[in-house]
């Protein structure tokens, strides 16, 4: 596994937990602990949206007995709950459903209308509460950033997690430029979705077959890889099959370098500003 250049607790590739909304099973507890365990996955995602909470306890039933400090965990709290009053009872909540004591990173799930320095203010009381070690947003495009880093604070945003993948590259033209500006971390997610209207757009691209016979590699291994490319986006996926996990992980044990700039001109970014998308 290759980790975030800047921060080395962070995996490049990250767990998803949206598999256990409608399948929590046994191999999907045992893929989950399969991908810290034997493959060195550190970065875990989820969020009390998710089944109401019910995904958060089956990712803290899935890690039971390993030890807290080997993974990265990225909670998410819901915009009507990211106001005083409501975000300590949320955070606590999620807390309690994952069997843990904090949060590594704590992200507003999206802005809606919320308070932006109310949202801030309590984050930064968690993390002086020791609940949060950082906290961040998602599905923040560049205007909502502006916004946000002009509250009181709101310098200290860690990150900014957001739909990104090797279709969906609008992101390149200005917002990844602020956030590098002022030092916090992209998170993708959505890094293997390359399908649009049930549409299939890379499986009989010429250039995408050829690069995975060469390599051996399936094409959601090379798109975590595309997505991860410079070592600075962790790029988060879901799998509840364990093969299809070591799968979608030979990419960071491969030499697939030399053909991320064939993809990028294949599929290349925009020039000109692009809604960021969302899912």
Known sequence: ???????????????????????????TSRCFRMAIEEC??????TAELYKDGECEKSVAKALKGIVRDSYYLTGKVSPENA???KMEESLKKSLLHLDTDHFDLYLLHWRENVDLQEFV????RFVKQGLIRHWGVSNFDTDDMKDLLSCENGENCFC?????NV????????LFPYLKKHGIMAMA????????????????????????EKTGLCVPSLMLRFVSRNND?????????PVHLKENLKCFDSDVERYMNLIEKEFPAPDHKVVLEKI
């Open 1 to 27: 596994m290759k980790f975030h250049r800047d921060h080395p607790e962070i995996s490049l590739a990250g767990m998803g937990s949206t598999q256990f909304w409608n399948q929590d099973s046994e191999q």
């Open 40 to 45: 060195g996955i550190t970065l875990i995602d």
């Open 83 to 85: 106001c005083a009053g």
């Open 121 to 124: 203010n309590e984050a930064e």
């Open 160 to 164: 900014d997690q957001i739909l990104y």
């Open 167 to 174: 279709v969906t590259r609008g992101p390149e033209y200005d």
């Open 189 to 212: 997610y959505g890094s293997t979705d390359y399908r649009r209207g049930g549409k299939d757009l890379l499986g009989n691209n010429a250039l995408i077959k050829e690069i995975c």
């Open 233 to 241: 986006i962790p790029a988060l996926f879901r799998t509840s099959n």
